[in-house]
């Protein structure tokens, strides 16, 4: 599949061998707990996509980020989600680290490690509550005696919970007026007080490591805190921007991963009319579109509520496009191949949860319909 190759040459490019060595693993071991997957992701370089050249990363830009997360999850859809979240948080921590005053010398220290030494950051900000507020975390701090918070509750479900070595976590900081501001903290993974349960219970995705991260009494430092600063507190700001376009560009090319891999077996089986296996290719292809559209935008400087709102779109569309993908790809490649073959029933509900990320298509609806006819974007 032309598009799909083209995804695989960028994966090539940034991180040579790590395809080759993905291919080799059967979907059914990679989707389990305890693959080989991110053992070969770690290995080849993978950390270090999206951290700058001038702190030893590779320095992919957006477009080439999600060609290569299309990549890996053709092979691996676990993989892929796992390493999103990974993903999502450097470009967003890296993103900051480029703004005047906006991380300490310790939180750019701690960066700095991230991709020589192969460091995998989790990210707590997924409450795992329907219809919660994104934008406001359950997880609390109160001031320590000795400085800096202690941090009590739980993150579910936080994917790469047992390969982490640092935990990214929303929390609600008390701000001394009686309120509290959205703020990100750093934690080393092995801080006294956290622990990890089981939480992740289908078999869909079940080798992303996606489980419970609870936090009991963590002290977290002043120095590792990121606190946002939103001139409208209902209004995202630089940190939450950065997140959110970020964590949508690249969770949605998870799914198309998934999506392409099927849509492909189903163009090179060639049954059915062409008139099919070109209406899937359509649909897969409309979404890859609409991602890649939005990646070369924020590359090339769209940012802000535009760049929330084009990422939304772009994921929204691709949620409906790449299910009906699916379903015919699935269809074409008949009966006897979803029964002989577990990767077409695999592979077709792996593209399913990509509706479950936040936010939700109904929770942005009312948001989207307001920037629509040029309000701001208040999501919620």
């Known amino acids: 599949m032309r598009s799909l190759d083209v995804a695989r040459a960028t994966c090539e490019q940034f991180h040579p061998g790590l395809h080759a060595a993905l291919a080799e693993v059967p979907l059914s071991v990679h989707e389990t707990a305890g693959n080989p997957g991110l053992k070969s992701f770690r290995t080849l370089n993978g950390p270090g996509l999206l951290v700058p050249t001038t702190s030893g990363g590779a320095g992919a830009d957006p ?14 859809p676990s993989l892929g989600a796992a390493v999103a979240m990974h993903h999502f948080t450097a470009a967003m921590l890296f993103a900051l680290a480029g703004s005047a005053d906006r991380l300490t010398a310790e939180q750019t220290s701690l960066l700095d490690r991230v991709a020589p030494e192969g460091l995998l950051m989790a990210s707590g900000w997924a409450e795992g509550k329907p219809d919660a507020n994104i934008l406001v975390p359950s997880v609390t701090a109160k001031p320590a005696e000795s400085g800096g918070y202690l ?37 080393p993974a092995n801080s006294p007080g956290i622990s990890v349960h089981p939480f992740w219970k289908t078999f869909v995705l079940a080798g992303a490591e996606s489980e419970e991260v609870r936090l009991e009494d963590v002290h977290v430092p002043e120095e590792l805190i990121i606190r946002t600063v939103p001139d409208d507190p209902q209004r995202l700001d630089d940190l939450q921007t950065a997140g959110f376009v970020w964590f949508e560009m690249l969770i949605t090319s998870v799914y198309l991963g ?14 059915g009319s062409a008139t099919d296996r070109a209406q899937a290719a359509v649909d897969l292809e409309s979404a890859v579109a609409g991602v890649e559209g939005v990646a070369r935008a924020v590359r090339d400087g769209l940012g802000d509520d535009d760049a929330v709102a084009a990422v939304l779109v772009a994921r929204y569309a691709a949620q ?26 695999y592979l077709a509900a792996a593209v399913r949860p990509l509706a479950f990320h936040p936010p939700s ?5 009312q948001a989207l319909v307001d920037y629509f006819i040029g309000q701001p974007l208040v999501l919620s």
Do not use: F, Q, W
């Open 320 to 345: 409906r496009s790449a299910c009906a993908a699916v379903d015919l790809a699935v269809e074409l490649l008949g009966g006897i191949s979803y029964i002989h073959d577990p990767d077409v029933a």
């Open 63 to 76: 477009l080439a980020a999600v060609r290569v997360m299309r990549a890996v999850s053709a092979c691996s």
């Open 258 to 271: 998934a999506a392409s891999a099927l849509v492909e077996r189903a163009l090179h089986k060639g049954r």
């Open 361 to 365: 298509r109904s929770s942005a609806a």
């Open 151 to 187: 941090v009590n509750g739980g993150k579910k479900p936080c994917s790469l919970s047992t390969s982490m070595d640092l935990l990214t976590a929303s929390v609600a900081l008390p701000d001394g007026a009686g309120g509290s501001r959205l703020a990100v903290l750093l934690i």
